[in-house]
């Protein structure tokens, strides 16, 4: 096979794979074509027929384009990652269409930038005035985050006719790379089927508790499905734009922290403990990593919002500080105050704290973003290694094991490859910050809103808004995606977008 | 002479009675809701009169009741007595327009009763103007975009399953 043939197999493998992503998502669209039926929204109604047609017809005629492909090209490891992130891509544009056209968001980039929001768990919202928005476009915006949470090439893979060997690599270019099971497919329904299981579960809790709280049973049965899809996939939406401060209710917020703290949890984790492995739970690095990171956090936070006398007693430093940590910590972004009143209130330490659990973030290979608990697990266990073989004789070997579902051995290898990642999202974090306060912001308010996006965790001090410059806007939209598929599957789409292809080639 | 000087004493006494109840009865009018957000400090534990349309539905908590009014951009959480939350009727969504409502009381910052909510405890609740439906006529060009792309998808479709069988 000749280079050129070869390079539009490339393209027509990725085109086919992609298509199927698209097909398989856009059809997430008839859930809210039902609800405005039945809820007699023919003006979202219409904007979801001229949305899924679209989305269908791009799939289709990707699939067709690639069909040629099959069996000519081995699927490698480039063609997983780039189908990741350019399914990704054109969903972003294509699930935004209903945004548009509702008219609550000011700008298509303002509608992708929430679809983007959506997808990476992120949960910033740009969409204006959420009272009067449709019930079927807010099914959409909780569809999308709680899919966006488990992946879309997860969902995707789950209604492959068979496994192949292709299965995976895109698997991995989502930024998972846990096996449940031996195969691909069988790993992406286990994925839903705990998401599942959790989504009818906690609903049915978050109705029952809502309509205890005064909401009227149709309203309490969405509320508690749109809250538990966001809290679940740590992603922050909310139906209004108060977010849960509309609910003024300890008992709504304590269910969302324990539904967002399950949801930052490794599925590997979950798969464990539902085989009955329960002694996991203490035994994996990365609850041991979360626990104490979240226990200093809430610890200095707790210390600087009463040191400042923000809020005088315990019940609202819990409610305010606590809640806000644990919610920017699990990256989920939930907020029971407004946005400005981090920045007017809650004094440098304080936001500094929330600044460093943003970054930490929750699990890999779950719905949570961040560095990873993993991954400050596994550079603190290398830091202590390192120390350890300086004070031992240079004639002993040591070596040291880390837990992580399994006893993992720690080398440096693995150390180099998580620092790297880790720096890749420190690098974005600052690249973040500058811009934010090229464009006037404050420092840390700069670096809050940027920690947010880098970390797909959604508070905001007050920076996101429609006004903000559009460069900002497109900054935080590539900040979301390359911080939730962890950077690898968006540079290779790049290299592949600016002729890396012929460099990568020609390693193989 | 004495009586104009009376009446003039009398008038002064008027002036400065309504002058001095003008200052210390009559709350703040707060007309955007941001202000309680940026100037949390000069508000907190006052009396303020805010105006906006009630939005969502009345959350009933024993003889008391949650309602967020929203100026148009900020929604304010408003405590008050159940039987002034029922004088709402309708309340916005995207088939409504909600009741206009005006609302008397104290603003906390971080109010001690609802844990750290920044919120107002309602004295005084009036319907300044009653909601209505929100009639939302779908445009003509949609529904033909619409049935046009319908067909486009349904053709694509039909030829994929076409060179597929």
Known sequence: MNMENKQNYDIKIISYYTGFIILWTSLLMLIPIIVSILFKEWGALADFIISINIALSTGLILIMFGKKSLGKVRFQWKHGLIVASLSWILLMFLCAIPYRLSGHALSFLDAAFDVMSGFTTTGLVLTQDLEHLSLSLNTWRHILTFVGGQGMVVLALSFLMRDTAGAYKMYVGEGKDIELVPNVKGTARIIWAISMSYLAVGTLLMWINGMMIGLKPVSAFFHGLFIFMSAWSTGGFAPMSQNILYYHSMSYEILTIIFFIIGSFNFGLHYAVWQGNKKE??????????????????FFIALGLSKLNVYTDAVSIFRK???????????????SLYARQFALEWGDFAVIMLIIAMLIGGSACSTAGGFKGLRVGIVFKGIIADIKKLLSSERRVRVFKFHHIKDLILDDGVVKSTSLIIICYVVLFSIGTVIGSYYGYPLLSSAFEAASVTGNVGLSIGVTSPSMPSLMKLFYIIAMFLGRLEFISVFALVGFLFGGIKKICSRR | MFKALKINILLLFIVFFSLLTSFTVRADEVSNFSDFVEKAAVYNGKEVTIRGEAIGEAMKRGDYGWVNISDGSLPMGVWMKWEDAKKIKTFGDYKHKGDIVEVTGIFNKSCLEHGGDMDIHASNVKIVDPGKVQLKPVSRIKIVVGASLTLVTLLIGSIYFKHNK
């Not at chain 1, 500080?321 to 907020?335: D, E, N, W």
């Open chain 1, 281 to 298: 739970i203490v035994k994996n690095i990365e609850i041991q990593s979360f626990f104490i990171t979240a226990t200093l956090t809430s």
């Open chain 1, 321 to 335: 500080g606590i809640y806000h940590l644990l919610s920017a910590h699990t990256t989920t972004g939930f907020a």
